[in-house]
């Protein structure tokens, strides 16, 4: 968002208007502090407002759940962010633009990453994680709003993979041997 301003929007506005992406990573201002996600909300707002305000009607955003120090107030305020947003784009486009307004949402498992600040920290229970999803997709607006997620399954395995050590190397190396070639990336 710190690159984002007017001048940025009006040099991509002349070409095909697909959609912006953002990434908050959390809903709270307290858990993008957390994890080091320079983003105020307003800053994010007016961002968003400004390219509807040039005619977007796609936007796309990407969450997390599961973040360490996360918290049910940190899942309700996603909701309401998502709101805001919609809010916001009631407010710039107006009428039938509003009308086509698309903002998908993307939300995925935190997954601690080797070498970084959380490396050791464990990951919530799928069923907490499902938890916080089945929140999100009861409480946002559904009119405006399409919600893709991650399977928290889907998640660990790829947790799995990002920290283990030579023996997730082996286990890996066998399962090619025995012909999974990740083909079928579903559970």
Do not use: H
């Amino acid at each position: 968002m710190n690159s984002f301003n007017l001048k940025l929007l009006e040099l991509i506005q002349n070409g095909r208007k697909s959609g912006l992406t953002f990434a908050p990573e959390s809903g709270s201002q307290r858990m993008r502090d957390i994890i080091n996600k320079n983003i105020k909300e307003d800053e994010m707002l007016d961002c968003i407002r400004m390219a509807f305000g040039k005619g977007w009607e796609r936007a796309k955003l990407y969450f997390m759940i599961g973040l360490p120090f996360e918290n049910r107030q940190d899942i309700v305020q996603i909701v309401e962010l998502i709101e805001k947003i919609i809010m916001a784009a009631k407010e710039k486009l107006g009428g039938k633009k509003f009308s086509r307004l698309n903002i998908n949402i993307s939300i995925n498992v935190f997954c601690p990453k080797p070498f970084t600040p959380f490396q050791w920290v464990g990951l919530d229970k799928p069923e907490i994680l499902y938890d916080k999803f089945n929140y999100i997709l009861n409480n946002a607006p559904k009119r405006y709003v399409d919600i893709k997620w991650a399977d928290p399954n889907r998640g660990m395995v790829e947790c799995a993979l990002s920290t283990g050590n030579q023996l997730v190397g082996d286990v890996i190396e066998n399962g090619w041997r025995k012909g999974a070639k990740f083909d079928n990336w579903s559970f």
